[in-house]
């Protein structure tokens, strides 16, 4: 039988600076991934992160 889907989800996180910023280092956008419960937060989520194109942390917003 197939298991149930569960509560955890996998979400992109892509860098704000970069998507906006044209004037950086190197081109590109940077993205990580991570997890998220569902039923917890429901909100789109906001995590601060390493950017290596921007050479700094900065604001990582979850993207669809």
Known sequence: MAKAKGVRIIINLECTECRTNA?????????YTATKNRR??????????FCPHC??????????
């Open 40 to 49: 917890n937060t429901t909100a789109r989520l906001e995590l601060k992160k």
């Open 55 to 64: 050479n700094r942390h900065t604001i990582h917003k979850e993207i669809k």
């Open 23 to 31: 004037d950086k280092r190197s081109p590109g956008v940077n993205r």
